[in-house]
């Protein structure tokens, strides 16, 4: 167990009519707003249309960012960034799922830096300055409402880098899960896939020695999302099922359950390498890769955790040997992410052949392995791809 510092300042307006706070919280830090949105969903479910209702009412200058990409680019972050400069903006407000979310707090730093922004997210410079960020969620999936992290891509390169800095820790988010509603069976579940994996790779499954305390923790919240993602898939307008799933998003990753730990994200980092070449959904490679990571790496040290997974949340039958239990564990995960919540199950069925396996997997290793519950040189990881088609 490591020592560690704990800290999250994101104040949380939950559940239903919070919006009411929305001027009050964003006057605090001024009058100009940059309010920034994806493709359009937040004007379908009518939330654009209440939003701009509160910020009249509390008398605020409103500018808009519209059109921020799933995946979203280091491009838009600058049109951003030069909206802040050109238009003093003094808070930002995020209207979205993690993309929307990302993108802005990339861009209240970049509202700080002078050249291209991609700079920033690959450390060229460093953040010195960041706008404060006030966020309304619609997605349950990355934890980017209450954490310091933003995951910008850049399609010139085939580069996807996660920025993280403490000035980029949302002031404020407000979390209602009938915001949710309109979200899509397959972006719920991919969602779903997301939270679980956060709680995987940091770190529920590791070769460090964690509180046990963080471990009870995590396999409930683990069972949360086992409980309620088929519900809101079948029920979307399910309110207790997308609660239960927006706290759980919340909390996979906002820093509460990584204490102790090393963080080593191994099957982000290999996500990051899919949707950075093939602009797929993050939670839907990540969905894709967990059980066959799983399967690679199981062996006799790995095997005990992976039973014990599959016993404390899918009731894997205890008398079972660890490599026995643990390949029911990955048969279970398999069953819930691919037959429950019905995800594509391959890469080949969605597109992506091996023709970038290899330059992908040297990226996702940087010149180097990638450290995890083991560690993978670029040919495990090579070969983890491969088992994916
Ligand atoms: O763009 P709009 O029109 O809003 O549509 C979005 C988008 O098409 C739609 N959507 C969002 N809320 C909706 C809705 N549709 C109907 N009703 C609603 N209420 O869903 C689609 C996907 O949205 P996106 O924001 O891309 O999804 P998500 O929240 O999963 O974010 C994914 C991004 O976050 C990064 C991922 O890599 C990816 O780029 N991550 C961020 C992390 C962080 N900040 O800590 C950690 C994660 O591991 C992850 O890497
Ligand atoms: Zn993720």
């Given at each position: ?68 990409e799933p995946n979203p ?26 993309s ?51 995951v910008i891509s850049?399609l010139?390169?085939n580069e996807k880098y ?28 991919c ?77 982000h980092?290999m996500e990051h390498e899919l949707s950075a070449f093939y602009d797929i959904t993050h939670g839907l490679g990540l969905?894709?890769l ?60 969605i597109?992506i ?7 992908m ?29």
């Open positions: 167990m490591y020592n560690f510092v704990f800290q999250n300042t994101t104040k949380i307006y939950f559940g239903e009519n919070q919006l009411e706070h929305l001027g009050e919280e964003l006057k605090q830090y001024g009058t100009r707003v940059l309010l920034t949105y994806g493709g359009g969903s937040i004007k379908k479910i009518g939330l654009y249309d209440k939003v701009m209702d509160e910020l009249k009412k509390t008398g605020l200058t409103v500018f808009e960012l519209s059109g921020i680019r280091h491009t838009t972050v600058n049109k951003g960034a030069d909206i802040c400069k050109k238009e003093n903006i003094d808070v930002l407000l995020a209207v979205g799922g993690g929307t979310i990302d993108c802005t707090k990339a861009i209240s730093a970049a509202a700080f830096y002078d050249g291209d922004s991609w700079d920033l997210v690959t450390h060229k410079a460093p953040v010195t300055k960041a706008l404060p960020i006030v966020t309304i969620l619609t997605l349950s999936a990355t934890g980017s409402e209450m954490d310091s992290a933003a850049n010139d390169t996660g920025l993280i800095h403490p000035l980029l820790q949302p002031k404020v988010s407000f979390l209602d899960p009938a915001n949710t509603y309109s979200v899509s069976a397959f972006q719920t579940a969602g779903a896939a997301d939270i679980l994996s956060h709680i995987f790779d940091c770190f529920y499954f590791t070769a460090s020695k964690k509180m046990d305390m963080v471990d009870r923790v995590m396999e409930d919240v683990i069972k949360t999302v086992v409980k309620y993602a088929p519900i809101a898939v079948k029920e979307p307008e399910n309110y207790e099922a997308r609660a239960n799933l927006m706290w759980a998003s919340s909390w996979a990753l906002n820093g509460f359950l990584t204490t102790g730990g090393f963080q080593a994200p191994s099957c980092a969905a894709i967990t059980p066959r990571w799983m399967e690679y790496i199981l062996d006799e040290s790995s095997a005990p955790q992976f039973k014990k997974f599959g016993v404390n949340i899918f009731g894997v039958d205890e008398s079972l040997s660890d490599m026995e239990g643990a390949e029911r564990a990955i048969e279970c995960l398999s069953d819930f992410l691919f037959k429950t919540l019905g995800l594509q199950s391959t890469l080949t069925e597109g052949d091996d023709k970038k396996f290899k330059v997997a040297k990226k996702a290793c940087r010149g180097d392995v990638l450290q995890g519950f083991k560690a993978l040189t670029p040919e495990d990881v090579e070969n983890i791809f491969r088992m994916c088609l």
